[in-house]
């Protein structure tokens, strides 16, 4: 779809505002295992750089617009790549909400407008994992997420993917049983009922929508409930088959969508439960099938981070209660994320947008690293090598006492 004229005029205004942008933009450079171009084209950066590769024209979704920059008018617009991914998370007002914050609202105005190829979401779709919620009162949640949320993105003909966080469906157990059966029961009953509506292209979905893959324009996705600190086992050795299947390594990219991290990024998340357990288990599992990105959501804080082989993309929350990043003190904002990808470099870009200034957060504005209880991410423009002294020596602090 080409751009329309009045956009093209418009981002010729932009274009010197945008240079400015472009230093608060993420660039990542991060080398697959089957690439080792590990440099960063800050021309891919420029909006209406032509110099981002063509991607073959099977895997690409609209491949016109590739190395075209594609934004709503008035913000800043990224250089689209190959394929180019909305991630939005943790939508949710307090227990039992059936409305959105306008961060919400408006985002999911915006969504079409970015003409992403998938619309990714972290969980926490609505406002659950409370007892003292009647069935009721659940089903008026999910009627709400359906009409302001789900609706809108399929009249826009956007793919959704989700992954359930722990107030659309806690998986927590006691003595084996699930406590929040009926936040499940009614989890299921909605999205057996909106399977068709995700429009994806499943590969396996029996266990939809806590646990399933699906493949799009040559990029494999893998989801696992990870709406409590346990993914279950046997969902472990169902990812560890997944992702070494020829569906996954056949695919040029892999990424892997859960809703709590692997590791600990944001204050009053840092206490056993708010992460995954067996973190670095899972980690290497990801690295041995050469996941290119996990996604999460939960700690309701932006952060590109990286541990070992893996990016990880912290999604910031869209709806309630942003939170700040540990050992730092900037007040916290709501965020959604567009992401790019350039498949044939095996690289994503990041575009995350501050949703109350509408501005773009400046990566530089963000730690170099974050030291939290189960593991250490450096921003993925950082690595081991850069980090002084002080830095390597640099403590976890607990975000409370
Ligand atoms: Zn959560």
């Known amino acids: 779809m080409p751009l329309n004229r009045r956009r093209f005029v418009l981002l010729g205004g932009l274009f010197v505002g945008a240079a400015s942008a472009i230093a608060c933009k993420q660039s990542t450079s991060q080398a697959t295992a089957q690439t080792s171009d590990t440099t960063v084209s800050e021309t891919a950066s420029m909006p209406n750089a032509a110099s ?119 998986s927590y157990q006691d003595s ?22 995700t429009d994806l292209q499943f590969v396996e979905a029996s266990g939809f929508p806590f646990y399933y893959s699906f493949s799009q324009n040559d990029i494999f996705y893998l989801v696992w409930d990870a709406s409590s600190a346990n993914v279950p086992a046997e969902q472990v050795a169902w990812a560890e088959k997944a992702l070494a299947s020829p569906a996954a390594q056949a695919a040029t990219m892999r990424v892997v969508l ?86 044939q470099a095996g690289r994503t870009e990041y575009t995350t947008y501050n949703m109350n200034t509408m501005e773009v957060v400046d990566p530089q504005s963000l730690p170099r690293q974050i030291v939290g209880p189960n593991g250490r991410e450096l921003r993925q423009d950082v690595t081991a090598a850069d980090l002084t002294p002080a830095e390597q020596a640099q403590p976890y602090v607990p975000s409370e006492a």
């Open 258 to 343: 859960g809703h709590l991290p692997l590791y600990a990024v944001s204050q009053r998340r840092d206490r056993a439960g708010e992460y995954l357990n067996q973190a670095d288990e899972l980690r290497e599992l990801l690295e041995r099938h050469n996941v290119h990105t996990y996604i999460s959501g939960h700690h309701h804080a932006y952060f590109p981070g990286r541990v070992g082989q893996v990016n990880m993309l912290h999604t910031g929350a869209l709806g309630r209660g942003p939170k700040t990043l540990l050992a730092t003190t900037k007040a916290a904002f709501q965020t959604l994320t567009i992401l790019d990808v350039f498949l």
């Open 176 to 197: 084996g049983e699930f406590i929040y059966v009926l936040d499940r029961q009614e989890t299921a009953q909605y999205w057996e009922g909106h399977q068709s509506d």
């Open 52 to 170: 981002v590769d063509s991607p073959q024209d099977a895997i690409s979704g609209d491949t016109s617009l590739s190395g075209t920059a594609v934004g709503p008018d008035g913000l800043f617009a990224p250089v689209r790549g190959d394929i180019r991914l909305a991630v939005i998370s943790d939508l949710n007002s307090a227990y039992g909400a059936t409305d959105y914050r306008p961060e919400v609202i408006k985002g999911i105005g915006l969504l079409p407008d970015w003409q992403p190829d998938l619309v990714i979401c972290g969980g926490d779709m609505v406002a659950g994992q409370s007892l003292s919620l009647s069935e009721a009162e659940i089903e008026a949640m999910w009627a709400a997420f359906d009409e302001k949320i789900l609706t809108p993105i399929r009249a826009a003909q956007l793919p959704f993917a989700l992954t359930v966080g722990n107030h659309d469906a806690s």
